[in-house]
T-cell receptor, first 114, second 114 residues
Framework: DAGVIQSPRHEVTEMGQEVTLRCKPI?????LFWYRQTMMRGLELLIY????????DSGMPEDRFSAKMPNASFSTLKIQPSEPRDSAVYFC????????????FGDGTRLSIL | GENVEQHPSTLSVQEGDSAVIKCTYS??????FPWYKQELGKRPQLIID?????GEKKDQRIAVTLNKTAKHFSLHITETQPEDSAVYFC?????????????FGKGTKLSVIP
């Protein structure tokens, strides 16, 4: 079975541009998570979905960030407008169930905002 | 919310020696404790996990112990090999209706010296 698939793997863009990151969770997984990883702050949860519904977006840094999950097999994380401080690795993860169940990570998108 | 402290931040061991990484958590309601290994430029991968109804779990050279009273859990790697070199993250999860989050520690960079 394919794991969590993210695209693009790398994104370099200029400040002010819109950035869209994409994620396909593992088939059958009910939960989808977006994380941001930086050296300074480690792994931070941005938002997560249950059955395509956003449950907790308290980790989203500000209104420039938005996330959607239009169906069970696709999610996007959008940054508009992007800023240099948004540069990080963004991971998507999915999980089969709630509670004591492992999360499986995608390969991440390395985002650089110039 | 939950807070997870991880120590040490860096650890160097000779090949063949054991490595121990410790984490403490703040919320006694936490009931799930996974460990992830992240190699440079790659995604975090689950290596072992433990639930609060178990005190210890072992998988070949890797073991995790949990002390619920003291609210800490540890990763033990025996007979370390160069390929064990990576960053290791602990995490804790608090159960709750409609809520499921993993709070991660800041990571431990393990270097195994041949």
């Amino acid at each position: 079975d394919a794991g969590v698939i993210q695209s693009p793997r790398h994104e370099v863009t200029e400040m002010g541009q819109e950035v869209t990151l994409r994620c396909k969770p593992i088939s059958g997984h009910d939960y989808l998570f977006w994380y941001r990883q930086t050296m300074m702050r480690g792994l931070e949860l941005l938002i997560y979905f249950n059955n395509n519904v956003p449950i907790d977006d308290s980790g989203m840094p500000e209104d420039r960030f938005s996330a959607k999950m239009p169906n069970a097999s696709f999610s996007t994380l959008k940054i508009q407008p992007s800023e240099p401080r948004d540069s990080a690795v963004y991971f998507c993860a999915s999980s089969l169930k709630t509670g004591a169940w492992p999360q499986h990570f995608g390969d991440g998108t390395r985002l650089s905002i110039l | 919310g939950e807070n997870v402290e991880q120590h040490p931040s860096t650890l160097s061991v000779q090949e063949g020696d054991s490595a121990v990484i410790k984490c403490t958590y703040s919320d006694s309601a936490s009931n799930y404790f996974p460990w992830y290994k992240q190699e440079l430029g790659k995604r975090p991968q689950l290596i072992i996990d433990i639930r609060s109804n178990v005190g210890e779990k072992k998988d070949q050279r890797i073991a995790v112990t949990l002390n619920k009273t003291a609210k800490h859990f540890s990763l033990h790697i025996t007979e370390t090999q160069p390929e064990d070199s990576a960053v290791y993250f602990c995490a804790a999860s608090i159960p709750g209706a409609g809520s499921y989050q993993l709070t991660f520690g800041k990571g431990t960079k393990l270097s195994v010296i041949p």
